[in-house]
């Protein structure tokens, strides 16, 4: 399977633990994105990297949530001393750079999200 | 403040009929628009896509339709399939760095 791919699928912690999910980007995309999605809402941008330099990070990004990128494949989204309302899906999206991808249509590729639940 | 309306929270079609999802935005700066669908505890799938240079882009059963005037783009999907159902969203493209700001989602059911 060469799709993206985030783990753990979900995660249940109590609040004030740490957490942290993986994203494995498509291999050739440069471009890598996490985005947030709450019951009954649209997926809300938090940070978008290409190659290994951060290069956006929305307001909702508080203090406690750190994403990297070390190498320019894989990232990490870590969040600390969690709280219950950051109780969400966290999805990763990647794409190859420009306004258009190898087929025309700028889409960028989702993962399948990690589900986060706080307790 | 939402810059990407999808103003029916879902949608009820006859399997072999034609669903219409609807969407507006509020910013004529924005170039490209998309639809992407989402099943539950999935990530969203693209679908098609259109840029502000066209009125209409095809794929199969799927048909995107943009009036820049009014803001407004609408997907068509004719024949209708049970499988079609699941949450629609109609991100646009926010710049050159691919930021997508999405809506709420339509739900639409398809019902055989």
């Known amino acids: 399977d060469t799709g993206v791919s985030q783990n753990p699928r979900h995660k249940i912690t109590k609040r004030g633990q740490n957490v942290t999910f993986r994203c494995d980007p498509i291999?050739?995309?440069?471009?890598l994105y996490w985005y947030r999605q709450t019951l009954g809402q649209g997926p809300e941008f938090l940070t978008y990297f290409q190659n290994e330099a951060q290069l956006e990070k929305s307001r909702l990004l508080s203090d406690r949530f750190s994403a990297e990128r070390p190498k320019g494949s894989f990232s990490t989204l870590e969040i600390q001393r969690t709280e219950q309302g950051d109780s969400a899906m966290y999805l990763c999206?990647?794409?190859?750079?420009?306004?258009?991808?190898?087929?025309?249509?700028?889409?960028?590729?989702f993962g399948e999200g990690s589900r986060l639940t706080v307790l | 403040d939402q810059q990407v309306k999808q103003n029916s929270p879902s949608l009820s079609v006859q399997e072999g009929r034609i669903s219409i999802l609807n969407c507006d935005y509020t910013n004529s700066m924005f170039d490209y628009f998309l639809w992407y669908k989402k099943y539950p505890a999935e990530g969203p799938t693209f679908l098609i896509s259109?840029?502000?240079i066209k009125d209409k882009n095809e794929d199969g059963r799927f048909t995107v339709f943009l009036n820049k005037s009014a803001k407004h783009l609408s997907l068509h999907i004719v024949p209708s399939q049970p499988g079609d159902s699941a949450v629609y969203f109609c991100?646009?493209?926010?710049?050159?760095?691919?930021?997508?700001?999405w809506g709420l989602g339509t739900s639409l059911a398809v019902n055989p």
């Open positions: 991100p646009v493209n926010a710049g050159n760095n691919r930021k997508l700001i």
């Open positions: 259109i840029s502000s």
């Open positions: 999206a990647s794409s190859s750079g420009g306004l258009a991808g190898p087929s025309g249509t700028g889409e960028l590729f």
């Open positions: 291999s050739e995309h440069n471009r």
